[in-house]
């Protein structure tokens, strides 16, 4: 398996945000919970021979890729990647480094999410229909504890398939779709990617079916991000990570719709308003690509980049008001 290299989004903006305060001449820990293809991984390793990364990534061709790469470049002293969901990882980081708390914890943790290039790129994944593949869709294809998107497509009720591809798809013709979804397959079950696409084509009126977007993008989202519970992993993970980091350390998120970038501005948001734990949202506006940027890697155009302190005490300066 050649894994497919993935331009990394944001690479500067978020190694640079995360490192900032970084105390000169001393080690600090970053993690990456969305290793990939390494690359903002690496950049933190290059960046700073003090820096010492702990990532974690579900998919098994992201992980042998990686485990790879980090013998070939002899970093293992200096990172360790770990095969789990980031959805576990508050629970299991302390056991599993716990330097990492010796030393105050994490300077820095980036989530960049979504899958890569990789799982658009390798056919027989079924994230894309520009391949005919089997519908899968899961990032960990080693797991029975997903569904895939043809057990998906095949057992939810009519209403259940309108509702995901209208909420996780913002899909127009959703309810055309989800009629002519359980009206083919009392025929046949529905098993590839291609054939999927094909009755959504059909579902399309004659004049938008060739248009800029392919009509199968929005249900193909919607799928990928309930196979893989994609936006129930993250609001149930965000929070946790806070008391992970230590003061003055940073969480940097990179989202690239709006359902995600609103789970994240939410949860900043109402984290900012926390009595237990103190942080500051750095971002009051997410920061973007530049032109350049994506002009490079178009996959970037839609990135957007959310980052939070976790501070001493609430705004320090209303001490001095009084
Ligand atoms: C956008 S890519 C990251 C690319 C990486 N930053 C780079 O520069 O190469 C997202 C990666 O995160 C992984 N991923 C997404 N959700 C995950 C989750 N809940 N737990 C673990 N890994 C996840 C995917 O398998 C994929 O490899």
């Not at 629970?91 to 105050?104: A, C, D, K, T, W």
């Not at 990032?139 to 591809?165: H, P, Q, R």
């Not at 237990?276 to 750095?282: A, I, K, Q, R, Y």
């Amino acid at each position: 398996m050649k894994y497919t290299s993935h331009y990394s989004v944001l690479k500067k903006e978020c190694i640079d945000l995360l490192s900032e305060k970084a105390p000169a001449g001393e080690v600090s820990f970053f993690a990456d919970l969305t290793f990939g293809g390494g690359g903002h991984s690496f950049e933190f390793l290059y960046k700073n021979p003090l820096f010492q990364v702990r990532s974690t990534d579900q998919d098994p061709d992201a992980l042998s890729n990686g485990y790879l790469r980090i013998e070939t470049e002899k970093l293992s002293d200096r990172i360790k990647l770990i095969n789990t969901n980031f959805e576990q990882f508050p629970e299991i980081i302390r056991n599993h480094s716990p330097e990492v708390f010796l030393n105050g914890g994490f300077q820095g943790i980036l989530m960049d999410l979504g899958v890569s290039s990789h799982h658009f790129d390798e056919a027989d994944r079924g994230f894309s229909f520009r391949f005919d593949a089997p519908l899968d869709m899961r990032m960990n294809n080693k797991s029975e504890d997903f569904l895939t998107a043809e057990e998906i497509v095949n057992s939810y009720s009519e209403s259940g398939l309108k509702k995901l591809f209208e909420d996780y798809g913002e899909e127009k013709n959703a309810k055309k779709i989800a009629v002519k979804i359980c009206e083919e397959r009392i025929k046949q079950r529905i098993k590839t990617t291609k054939e999927l696409e094909n009755i959504i084509f059909h579902c399309y009126p004659k004049e938008h079916r060739y248009g800029k977007t392919n009509p199968s993008t929005r249900v193909f989202q919607a799928l990928r991000l309930e196979v893989n519970r994609e936006l129930e992993v993250l609001t149930n993970t965000i929070t946790q990570l806070i008391p992970l980091l230590k003061i003055g350390g940073r969480l940097a998120i990179i989202s690239f719709h709006s359902l995600e970038d609103r789970i994240v501005k939410n949860v900043f948001r109402d984290a900012a308003l926390g009595e237990s734990l103190f942080v500051e949202v750095l971002t009051k506006k997410p920061i973007l690509p530049s032109d350049e940027e994506i002009l490079n890697n178009s996959r970037s155009r839609s990135a957007k980049l959310r980052v939070l302190e976790r501070v001493e005490s609430k705004k320090l300066k209303n001490k001095y008001k009084q």
